[in-house]
């Protein structure tokens, strides 16, 4: 039988070899992560890492795992239930490699992001803070990091934007913009989330597979946001091989404005020709009204 408390990361890694190279996987055990949210998406991209070989991360969350958590987050069980969502997968990640970095942190870490984008050129973003998540934005591209992220979508969806890319306020037309970010407002949130929404309705067929009524609500604050173990595992996941190819140094084609994975069509959903979406965009303007209109 294996010696378990002998752990060696050549070993660990072996079954990489032949998806990866000797020299890619020493690259990802040089490389650095940080991984800013490890519920739900974070958390599923952050576990994949780690069982790659990945080397060094910063990690943060200032949630502790409830019951409602159970349905989707891979570091979830009854018996992490009322822990601290950062240190349970900490904890995880030593059980699977006794050797990674991890550099841990909460609430403050929003007031360090400028440092932590410096030293962490791959960046996952797996928070739902719109504030935060502009925060990040802003600090990666100040340092030349590179921001992986997903869509608010029931599809698995992946976005990759490097550093000379429009952040996403810009390119999704936010009202945060060009405000500092101790002036952007509660009102400038829910608009920008709503540009989200906008987007991703135009860009992917996203209405097709969702309950309207329960989206209107959430769109509408009355609701809390919808999640499912397979889309939000997947979408992890996606965003994992894109912070791995980054480190081995290959070159995706996912770009700044990212792509959708539709599991019932079989398919890839990639943003539409321009004319088309300004077509589809004012349909689904009027739609998204219609539907906030019925939540109030």
């Known amino acids: 039988m294996e010696d378990v408390t002998a752990f060696d990361y050549a070993e660990f890694t072996t079954r990489n070899l032949g998806f990866v190279s000797a020299a890619e996987q020493a690259a990802l055990k040089a490389g650095a992560v940080f991984v800013a949210g490890v519920g ?8 994949a890492l780690v069982r790659a070989g990945v080397g060094r991360f910063a990690v943060c969350d200032i949630d502790v ?36 970095e991890i550099e841990r942190l909460g609430a403050e870490w929003v007031d360090r992001i400028p440092d932590l984008a410096s030293r962490y050129p791959v960046i996952v973003n797996g928070t739902d803070d ?36 429009p952040r996403p306020e810009v390119r999704l037309g936010y009202p ?7 002036a952007i ?15 991703v309705m135009t860009h992917s067929s996203s209405a097709e597979h969702v309950d309207l009524e329960a989206a209107a609500a ?25 912070a791995l190819w980054l480190l081995m140094g290959r070159r995706s084609k996912t770009d700044c404005r990212g792509w959708f994975l539709n599991p019932f ?21 009027a739609f998204m009204a219609r539907l906030l209109k019925g939540a109030a």
């Open 40 to 47: 739900g998406m974070g958390g599923a991209c952050f576990l």
């Open 130 to 165: 719109i504030a935060a998540g502009v925060a990040l934005y802003r600090a990666a591209q100040a340092a030349g990091a590179t921001v992986i992220d997903a869509y608010a979508s029931p599809l698995p969806s992946v976005i990759v934007v490097r550093p000379t890319d």
């Open 65 to 100: 795992f409830e019951t409602s958590n159970l349905n989707r987050q891979v570091f979830a069980f009854t018996d992490t239930l009322g822990r601290d969502k950062a240190e349970a997968a900490c904890a995880a990640a030593r059980r699977i490699n006794p050797e990674v």
């Open 265 to 285: 069509a079989g398919r890839t959903e990639r943003p539409l020709w321009p004319p088309v979406a300004a077509v589809k965009g004012l349909v689904v303007r």
């Open 176 to 182: 945060t913009h060009g405000k500092a970010l101790d």
């Open 218 to 242: 959430l769109a509408a604050g009355a609701a809390r946001r919808m999640s499912l173990a397979p889309m939000v595992i997947s979408t992890g996941c996606l965003m994992a091989y894109e």
């Open 185 to 199: 407002t509660p009102e400038d949130l829910r608009a920008s989330f709503m540009k989200e929404l906008e987007y």
